[in-house]
C-alpha cells in the first residue's frame, strides 16, 4: 500500500509540473506585434519619451534603515526605444534632475544618488485576462540587474546598492491596443497581475520596490502606434 500511495503522489507531482510547464509555454507563445497607423509593422519603430510626472520616485520599505525609502528624480529621458517587428522592444531609461533620497519623508543628505541612474531595459508584450501589459525587464541574458545605485561612503543603505527583478507595466488610459499617437504608461503596483515569468518583482537590494511615476511613448514618426497581442 505504501508504495501504491507513493505512486500516486509521484504521479500527481508530475501531473502538477507538467501543467505548470504548459501554462508557461501557453504565456511564453503569445504572439505580438507592434501597428504604426493601423497596419502591423515589418520594420523597426523608434519610439521616444515625453514628459508626463513632475518627478520619478523609486519606492521601497527597508526595514534595515527604519521604514520607507523613497529616491527621487526630476527627469526621465528615454534613449534609443526601439519597438521591433517581432513584438518585442529596447530602451534606455536615463533618471537624473537633482536625484535625492528620503527616509520617512526627512532627507538624507549623505544618500544624493550619482546622476544619471542608467537602465537598459527590454520591453516585451503579454495579455492577463484579456488585458495587454508590457514586462520590463534587464537587458541582460545573464542577470537580472537593471542598475545599480551608487551613493557616498556615509550612506546608511551602502555605497552601492543594485536595482533588479522585473516591472509590469501598464497604458494608464486602458487602451493599449488603441491606435494612437501617444500612450501614457507607468509601474503596475503590486503583484495581482504576476504569472509565471511575468511577475511584478522589482527590488531595491532586498526589498521590494515600485517606480513611482508616468511618461508619454510616442513614435519619432508621429504616426499613431498600438500593442497588438
Same mark, same amino acid.
Given at each position: 500500500?505504501? +508504495?501504491?500511495?507513493?505512486?500516486? /503522489?509521484?504521479?500527481?507531482?508530475?501531473?502538477?509540473?507538467?501543467?505548470?510547464?504548459?501554462?508557461?509555454?501557453?504565456?511564453?507563445?503569445?504572439?505580438?506585434?507592434?501597428?504604426?497607423?493601423?497596419?502591423?509593422?515589418?520594420?523597426?519603430? @523608434?519610439?521616444?519619451?515625453?514628459?508626463?510626472?513632475?518627478?520619478?520616485? $523609486?519606492?521601497?520599505?527597508?526595514?534595515?534603515?527604519? =521604514?520607507?525609502?523613497?529616491?527621487?528624480?526630476?527627469?526621465?529621458?528615454? /534613449?534609443?526605444?526601439?519597438?521591433?517587428?517581432?513584438?518585442? =522592444?529596447? !530602451?534606455?531609461?536615463?533618471? *537624473?534632475?537633482?536625484?535625492?533620497?528620503?527616509? @520617512?519623508?526627512?532627507?538624507?543628505? !549623505? &544618500?544624493?544618488?550619482?546622476?544619471?541612474?542608467? #537602465?537598459?531595459? /527590454?520591453?516585451?508584450?503579454?495579455?492577463?485576462?484579456?488585458? #495587454?501589459?508590457?514586462?520590463?525587464?534587464?537587458?541582460?541574458?545573464?542577470? $537580472?540587474?537593471?542598475?545599480?545605485?551608487?551613493?557616498?561612503?556615509? &550612506?546608511?543603505?551602502?555605497?552601492?546598492?543594485?536595482?533588479?527583478?522585473?516591472?509590469?507595466?501598464?497604458?494608464?488610459? *486602458?487602451?493599449?491596443?488603441?491606435?494612437?499617437? *501617444? +500612450?501614457?504608461?507607468?509601474?503596475?503596483?503590486?503583484?495581482? $497581475?504576476?504569472?509565471?515569468? +511575468?511577475?511584478?518583482?522589482?527590488?531595491?537590494?532586498?526589498?521590494? #520596490?515600485?517606480?513611482?511615476?508616468?511618461?508619454?511613448?510616442?513614435?519619432?514618426?508621429?504616426?499613431?502606434? !498600438?500593442? +497588438?497581442?
Amino acid at each position: 500500500m505504501s +508504495h501504491r500511495r507513493f505512486g500516486l /503522489k509521484a504521479l500527481g507531482v508530475c501531473l502538477m509540473a507538467a501543467l505548470s510547464m504548459m501554462a508557461m509555454a501557453a504565456v511564453s507563445a503569445q504572439a505580438a506585434t507592434w501597428l504604426e497607423s493601423g497596419v502591423t509593422t515589418a520594420t523597426t519603430l @523608434k519610439v521616444i519619451g515625453v514628459k508626463d510626472s513632475e518627478h520619478w520616485t $523609486l519606492d521601497s520599505i527597508a526595514p534595515v534603515i527604519g =521604514g520607507e525609502l523613497e529616491i527621487l528624480c526630476n527627469e526621465l529621458i528615454v /534613449k534609443d526605444g526601439l519597438l521591433f517587428a517581432d513584438g518585442t =522592444g529596447l !530602451a534606455e531609461l536615463e533618471f *537624473k534632475g537633482d536625484c535625492l533620497s528620503f527616509v @520617512k519623508k526627512v532627507k538624507q543628505a !549623505a &544618500c544624493s544618488p550619482k546622476e544619471p541612474i542608467i #537602465a537598459k531595459v /527590454k520591453i516585451e508584450q503579454f495579455l492577463h485576462q484579456s488585458e #495587454a501589459y508590457f514586462l520590463f525587464s534587464p537587458d541582460s541574458p545573464t542577470s $537580472l540587474v537593471f542598475t545599480f545605485l551608487e551613493f557616498g561612503p556615509e &550612506c546608511a543603505f551602502g555605497e552601492k546598492v543594485e536595482v533588479k527583478g522585473h516591472a509590469i507595466v501598464k497604458d494608464c488610459t *486602458k487602451e493599449p491596443l488603441v491606435d494612437k499617437v *501617444k +500612450h501614457l504608461i507607468e509601474q503596475v503596483q503590486g503583484t495581482a $497581475l504576476d504569472l509565471e515569468g +511575468h511577475k511584478n518583482s522589482l527590488a531595491f537590494g532586498k526589498n521590494a #520596490a515600485t517606480l513611482l511615476g508616468s511618461e508619454w511613448l510616442e513614435l519619432e514618426s508621429k504616426n499613431t502606434w !498600438a500593442s +497588438h497581442v
